[in-house]
């Protein structure tokens, strides 16, 4: 099973704020624990990079990625450190086909027909559509189905265990993203088996919404 199916079993993507390296890898166990096997690991910290490769060193089981990925420099830090798939705000061009030359999974940030037009162009059919509550939701992904059928969405930004069923039976949707599974509090608390129950929670939502 490649990567792409990977996401899709799992269902979610969850947007992982660490701002202590330490606490990589137990998030990452809870998250397992939960049955969730992908967490993107957003450079919004200094942690980032340290993470990422805490968390490829010492947990086979889990998927890494790194996310808000703005600059060519963190795309290459983030390979270099572990990651296995890359994920952008928005569209870059470069970053993308720096990925792809690799043979790294990338999702860049397509919000508008131009920008979806952009990752078709690079071969792409599955982008991150983000902020998902700020840029029309649902309503607006399913219009963009229309001239991009071939296209498949993660949405994140507004995706909570409220709405995460509507979401999942989407069609046009691979997976979510969203950080309510392993919030920043949560993780620099310790609160590991409150990460493991909604982890639960979400992928029994997610199974009995497809």
């Known amino acids: 099973m490649g990567l792409r199916e990977e996401i899709y079993k799992t269902g979610i993507v969850p947007v992982v ?39 490829a060193d010492n947990c086979p089981d889990m998927i890494v990625g790194a ?8 795309c290459k830090i983030a390979i270099t450190y572990g990651a296995k798939f890359i994920v952008s705000p928005g569209f870059d061009e470069n970053i993308v086909s720096y990925c792809i030359d690799r043979g790294i999974t990338v999702l860049p940030g397509c919000v508008t027909p131009t920008e979806i037009m952009a990752a078709i162009r690079k071969g792409l059919d599955i982008v991150k559509f983000f902020p998902a509550n700020v840029y029309g939701g649902l309503n607006a992904m399913k219009a963009l189905n229309g001239p991009f059928g071939g296209v498949k969405f993660i949405p994140t930004g507004g995706v909570s265990a409220d709405n995460l069923a509507e979401f999942a039976k989407a069609p046009f949707i691979h997976a979510v993203g969203g950080s309510w599974i392993c919030a920043k509090a949560d993780i620099n608390a310790g609160n590991f088996e409150k990460i493991t129950k909604l982890s639960k929670q979400a992928t029994d939502i997610i199974k009995a919404s497809r």
């Open 17 to 55: 704020v660490l701002e202590d390296a330490k606490n990589a890898v137990p998030t990452a166990e809870a998250l397992l624990a939960g049955g969730v096997n992908f967490m993107e690991i957003t450079f919004r910290t200094a942690a980032a990079a340290d993470s990422i490769k805490a968390v």
């Open 67 to 74: 996310g808000t990925v703005i600059t060519m420099e963190q």
